[in-house]
């Protein structure tokens, strides 16, 4: 390990400068700081440390970042740790997953670190299996261009870089340096429940992959940069060629000639719709994927002269004859009913999806208010996906009497433009279950120990 990890750094030019180490005290941090220790001296790095306690395991993760403070400190080496109420603050921004709260906490911290020591590199310890997890998921779910490149080896991050040194090392290997080098890291538990999705992929497709291959996650490696390089080239001929096809373009609006778009190679096309799509957006939704690029190319192709499509977010694309326009339509109905077929997953309007399961296990806890669980017995079918209603109202948990939906919108801040399209549970009997992301029902009930339970789980696609 020692070796790569020395040519990763000479490779980038790693040498005279401060890194910041992400170090969450598990293993893949451990590690990674242990092994830039290693160079500190000959490359004249100077490292710190930072850490976030997300604050979601009260004294188990205050315990961790007491445990990475005092390794620090036996090494000599500077600590920044801080708690953040990250409860608190996904509490404040419904619209995003636990996860994602957490990660945009850390980034603004680390962002902070870099700037007050003048750091040039933020490390983080993501591995080779992380990368082929990841590449997967994303082509399982649709998405597009770079983003199947998976996770990047280094990026740009403020005025500095992101590196990720471990993208070549499977776990295993970073376990068996812990266990060489006598590191005792913290397993955060919580690790192995949050992320559902990633975790099918690891149990199921992971131990598959590696049987064929042992070392699989270089070839997904080699994937990840190629790709990533073919990739940038063809964005900038795109862009190049993308200008001499467009009729019109405002901030909220874009014209394209059909005849002249249709010239360009397929590569280009799909790469120019992408790239109309990034302009118009000002944040892409994440249910936007290459099935909406798919049935443009198609709508275009087609010999009938008119017809039109709906995007994510109100976003109309239109064609006419010759013309396709791209608008941001006002007023749309964002109404929806349906039902959820058990087990299932389903996606939502508003750029999330939402997992049904039959469990044998009920949690034992449950953290949020991205998941629902409760008997499968007690289900009053079928469970329907909806949006609200006037005069919608639900049993909260751990209260008495009902509340109005409506308030719990008002109370939680969510945008107006946002309240139209948010999903609500309800079972066979117009009971609401589930506000997924902001309020659970009393209805709710885990840690059963008898009978299979419905797992439902709210997340970004
Ligand atoms: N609480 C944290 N504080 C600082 N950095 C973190 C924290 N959590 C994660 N990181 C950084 O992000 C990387 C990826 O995090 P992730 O949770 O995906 O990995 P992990 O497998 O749990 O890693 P580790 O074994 O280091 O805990 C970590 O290796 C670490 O560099």
Request: hydrophobic fraction near 35%; glycine fraction near 6%.
């Amino acid at each position: 390990m020692l070796e790569r990890f020395r040519t990763f750094l000479n490779v980038n030019d790693i040498k005279d400068a401060t890194v910041v180490i992400g170090v969450s005290g598990g293993p893949d941090s451990l590690a990674l700081l242990h092994l830039f220790m290693r160079f500190q001296q000959s490359l004249r790095l100077s490292i710190i440390a930072a850490h976030v306690d997300h604050m979601f395991r009260g004294s188990q993760s205050e315990e961790e970042m007491e445990f990475v403070k005092h390794y620090c400190r036996s090494n000599g080496i500077l600590c920044e740790a801080v708690q953040l109420n990250v409860p608190d603050f996904a509490r404040k921004h419904p619209e995003m997953s636990a996860q994602n709260a957490a990660r945009e906490c850390r980034y603004s911290f680390y962002s902070k670190v870099m700037e007050k020591h003048d750091g040039a590199f933020l490390a983080l310890g993501h591995h080779g299996d992380d990368q082929v997890e990841t590449i997967l998921m994303r082509m399982t779910r649709g998405g597009l261009g770079a983003s199947i490149a998976g996770i990047p080896e280094i990026r740009e991050f403020n005025s500095g870089k992101i590196i990720r040194p471990f993208l070549s090392f499977t776990k295993d290997q970073i376990l068996a340096y812990c266990l060489e080098h006598g590191l005792s890291p913290r397993f955060d538990p919580s690790n192995e429940k949050q992320d559902y999705t990633r975790n099918r992929f690891r149990k199921h497709v992971l131990p598959f992959l590696k049987e064929e291959n042992p070392k699989v996650h270089e070839r997904f490696q080699f994937f990840s940069r190629t790709f990533r390089e073919d990739e940038q080239f063809l964005q900038e001929l795109t862009i190049e060629k993308l200008n001499t096809v467009l009729k019109r373009k405002e901030k909220n609006e874009i014209e394209l000639n059909i005849e002249m778009f249709k010239t360009l190679p397929m590569p280009l096309q799909r790469r120019g719709i992408q790239l109309i799509l990034n302009y118009l957006y000002e944040d892409i939704p994440s249910s936007l994927s290459s099935i909406h690029i798919e049935s443009l190319q198609s709508l275009l192709s087609q010999k009938h002269p008119s017809g039109s499509l709906d995007y994510p977010d109100g976003l109309k694309v239109i064609k006419s004859y010759q013309t396709c326009l791209f608008t941001f339509e006002q007023n749309t109905d964002q109404s929806y009913e349906m039902q959820v077929q058990i087990p299932s997953r389903t996606a939502l309007p508003n750029g999330y999806i939402i997992t049904c399961e039959i469990s044998d296990r009920s949690p034992d806890v449950l953290s949020g208010n991205h998941v629902f669980v409760m008997p499968y017995s007690s289900l009053n079918k079928p469970l329907l996906i909806r949006t609200r209603r006037q005069g919608d109202k639900i049993k909260l948990k751990g209260m008495n009497g009902t509340k109005k939906v409506k308030d719990i919108f008002i109370d939680a801040k969510v945008p107006i433009n946002k309240r139209n399209s948010w999903p609500v549970l309800e079972d066979g009997s117009g009971n609401i279950l589930w506000l997924p992301g902001l309020k659970k029902s009393s209805f709710e009930e885990y840690g059963l120990t008898e009978g299979d339970c419905i797992v439902l789980e709210y997340k970004e696609q």
